[in-house]
């Protein structure tokens, strides 16, 4: 069982934390007749739909089961991407970008994944992307759901002014049939396992002995079901904003965990919208700020302003909540929550809404399909209204920023359906080749969490967390220690003895 990190001296430094004493891992790093060359996969790749003809990266399909309990039965289809290891001299293998979600994607890795990494890393690695079964060009699917149940006031599930979850119910009821009404058995086959056993599968089209993988948000917890499920085929893994893997829990964990990831992240907030230079200030000081955004939200509970163009077409208590769960991913998103906030104040106008295309909101459509899939087949439910209406009444008190919605009913306390098999338990068993990244103030897969997901892997896990905030870690705090950690594990192997805290900067 790992020590809480916070125990360690926050006084490590970058040079402290890049020298540290590292352990080899148990499984011995693949030598260079283990690797097989680039080329050895079966896959046809050629260039990738709307990419320019000079892009440096290929997309190819690989054809899966449908249902692995019948792997002889109807297939569906992957959609793979690849961007070839700069420097073949050095290939290590392929690292295999697992999106976060449920219901992200990494297939276009120019501008997502891949374009994060350092050259040291492109140089060693393929680096490959896909989309989850359901998700995009994999065999996508649909709940058809009316447009009116894609706010994201309503996707997440804000209870009423009153504290009412009555709206809340009826929405995840009316989801819940659309979804066994036009899922298809696409949508009835998706979950973490299976996702999981589809890795392997685009493991195995590559011609890879083993597979290193880069797993974010959601993808951790993918990622750790595969390195649980399939060990022998896993060679440097990295998990990135850790998700709370309690297999009893397991998505209603995730939601929970909300409620704490936002009060850890606040106080960033509450300094930078009280900092004398910011043009988007709010208070003379951080103290005064989280009392500011309360009332605030409290008397748009009572008389929203009217917002022409968007969805709800007022700004309301619950749409500034929403801002305020959205901005807190990054910093540069603070703007967005300050400038709804000035204007609740009668100190701004409220900007222009964006106007979302078709194409738009079929992505919606399709991400909130497999989103609400992924979490009601991986694990059952509670169904009973009255449990869900008495959490949300003392989560309110308890943690008025999110009031109420991380304990709130979703679409799967109706789901028809019954998870096809247990959620994966992660375990310790398999080799020591695991490092957690992890940003100490996390507000949607908070430290706490992560912490369990250590403890699960045991021995098998290392953890690196930055003194930062914000959702993603690597490459996106901009903490030069813990990047450095990352770095030179995916580029030597090296792990660090024990977990490590890199300060601030």
């Known amino acids: 069982m790992p020590k809480p990190i916070r125990t360690i001296t926050a006084a490590v430094t970058a040079a402290a934390?890049?020298?540290?004493?590292?352990?080899?891992?148990?499984?011995?790093?693949?030598?260079?007749?283990?690797?097989?060359?680039?080329?050895n996969d079966r896959l046809a790749w050629s260039?990738?739909?709307?990419?320019?003809?000079?892009?440096?990266?290929?997309?190819?399909?690989?054809?899966?089961p449908l249902d692995y309990a019948d792997p002889n039965g109807p297939r569906i289809t992957l959609a793979v991407s690849r961007i070839a290891a700069a420097e073949p001299r050095v290939r290590r293998g392929v690292l295999l970008a697992v999106p976060g979600g449920p219901g992200g994607s990494s297939l276009d890795l120019v501008t997502g994944m891949a374009g994060r990494l350092p050259q040291s890393v492109r140089d060693r690695y393929d680096v490959v992307g896909f989309d989850p079964r359901g998700v995009g060009r994999s065999t996508p699917v649909s709940c058809d759901l009316d447009t009116a149940d894609l706010a994201m006031v309503k996707v997440h599930p804000w209870p009423a002014v009153d504290g009412s979850i009555d709206g809340n119910l009826a929405t995840s009821r009316r989801v819940a049939e659309a979804c066994a009404r036009n899922g298809g058995p696409v949508l009835r086959s998706i979950s973490t396992a299976n996702e999981a056993r589809d890795i392997d599968g685009i493991r195995r089209a590559l011609g890879e002995r083993r597979l290193s993988a880069w797993g974010v948000s959601y993808g951790t917890y993918a990622g750790a079901a595969y390195a649980t499920m399939f060990p022998e085929h896993t060679d440097r893994i990295v998990l990135d904003s850790n998700d709370d893997p309690d297999p009893s829990r397991v998505g209603r964990g995730w939601l929970d965990n909300y409620g704490q990831g936002v009060e850890d992240r606040f106080p960033d907030f509450a300094a930078w919208a009280s900092d004398p230079g910011n043009r988007y200030r709010l208070a003379d000081?951080?103290?005064?700020?989280?009392?500011?955004?309360?009332?605030l939200a409290a008397r748009l509970d009572r008389a929203p302003l009217p917002w022409e163009g968007a969805d709800p077409a007022e700004l309301n208590g619950n749409v500034l909540r929403e801002a305020l769960l959205s901005s807190l991913y990054s910093k540069a998103r603070f703007p967005d929550l300050a400038r709804l906030m000035l204007a609740g104040l009668g100190r701004g106008e409220l900007p222009a809404p964006p106007k979302p295309s078709e194409r738009d909101l079929q992505t919606v459509q399709n991400t909130l399909a497999v989103t609400v899939g992924t979490l009601c087949n991986d694990v059952r439910w509670p169904t009973d209204p009255a449990g869900y209406a008495k959490a949300v009444e003392s989560d309110r008190a308890a943690r008025p920023l999110t009031?109420?919605?991380?304990?709130?009913?979703?679409?799967?306390?109706?789901?028809?359906?019954?998870?096809a098999e247990p959620p994966v338990r992660v375990t310790d068993r398999g080799p020591a080749n695991v490092l957690l990244a992890q940003n100490l103030r996390d507000p949607a897969t908070p430290y706490s969490g992560a912490l369990k997901l250590r403890a699960a892997f045991g021995e098998r896990a290392r953890m690196v967390v930055a003194d930062a905030g914000g959702h993603g870690m690597y490459r996106l705090s901009g903490n030069a220690c813990a990047d450095g950690v990352v770095t030179d594990y995916l580029t030597t192997g090296r792990r660090p003895a024990g977990d490590v805290l890199c300060p601030a900067g």
């Open 403 to 419: 009031a109420g919605l991380p304990v709130n009913v979703m679409p799967c306390a109706f789901w028809p359906f019954a998870p």
């Open 17 to 39: 934390a890049l020298a540290v004493t590292v352990t080899a891992l148990s499984a011995a790093p693949a030598g260079a007749a283990d690797v097989p060359k680039p080329g």
């Open 47 to 64: 260039s990738c739909p709307g990419a320019p003809a000079d892009s440096s990266q290929r997309c190819a399909e690989v054809t899966v």
């Open 285 to 295: 000081t951080p103290e005064e700020v989280r009392p500011l955004f309360l009332d």
